[in-house]
T-cell receptor, first 116, second 115 residues
Framework: EAGVAQSPRYKIIEKRQSVAFWCNPI?????LYWYQQILGQGPKLLIQ????????DSQLPKDRFSAERLKGVDSTLKIQPAKLEDSAVYLC??????????????FGPGTRLTVT | AQSVTQLGSHVSVSEGALVLLRCNYS??????LFWYVQYPNQGLQLLLK??????LVKGINGFEAEFKKSETSFHLTKPSAHMSDAAEYFC?????????????FGKGTSLLVTP
């Protein structure tokens, strides 16, 4: 079974530039998550999709971050314009759905973003 | 709200020694608890999970964790550390909000294994 795929693995941009990350979840997983992991901290949920609808985006900085999951499969996360504090690893995860017994999340390798 | 606290941001053990990584939870309802491991430049991998069945949970790579309600703890242990166990370990609790269920992660504990 293929895991969660993410690209690119690394990205370096200057502040005020834009950047996009792509995620392809495990086949059949209805729920997709984007996390931000700042160095030395645990993952922080940015946005959660159930199929192609947003379940929770309460911690997404909507003035600069956007995400979509067209057709309920793969997803993109965009930052425009980037700030220095956006330097982090962006992790994508998926799960069968959000019911308690099916909440086990599978993570991709992440995209390490450096904003200079 | 459900949350976890990991005690000790860094733990160092000798190869062959006992590994003990501490996690305490806060939850007003019976919690579902998880331990994940993150190797350098990789995503998180599930080690084990507690979902209100047996209180002693066995996971991959020889790790296990015991749910203790009286102590609100879910500490991760391994009898004998290997060099390959060096990684970042995260405890997480399933949290419920108006949006449904999600995971709240601790800040992580970095495990160093010395020869």
């Amino acid at each position: 079974e293929a895991g969660v795929a993410q690209s690119p693995r690394y990205k370096i941009i200057e502040k005020r530039q834009s950047v996009a990350f792509w995620c392809n979840p495990i086949s059949g997983h209805a729920t997709l998550y984007w996390y931000q992991q700042i160095l030395g901290q645990g993952p922080k949920l940015l946005i959660q999709f159930q199929n192609n609808g947003v379940v929770d985006d309460s911690q997404l900085p909507k003035d600069r971050f956007s995400a979509e999951r067209l057709k309920g499969v793969d997803s993109t996360l965009k930052i425009q314009p980037a700030k220095l504090e956006d330097s982090a690893v962006y992790l994508c995860a998926s799960s069968l759905d959000t019911s308690p017994r099916r909440l086990e999340q599978y993570f991709g390798p992440g995209t390490r973003l450096t904003v200079t | 709200a459900q949350s976890v606290t990991q005690l000790g941001s860094h733990v160092s053990v000798s190869e062959g020694a006992l590994v003990l990584l501490r996690c305490n939870y806060s939850s007003s309802v019976p919690p579902y608890l998880f331990w994940y491991v993150q190797y350098p430049n990789q995503g998180l991998q599930l080690l084990l999970k507690y979902t209100s069945a047996a209180t002693l949970v066995k996971g991959i790579n020889g790790f296990e964790a015991e749910f203790k309600k009286s102590e609100t703890s879910f500490h991760l242990t391994k009898p004998s550390a290997h060099m390959s166990d060096a990684a970042e370990y995260f405890c997480a609790v399933m949290a419920y909000s108006n949006s449904g269920y999600a995971l709240n992660f601790g800040k992580g504990t970095s495990l160093l294994v010395t020869p």
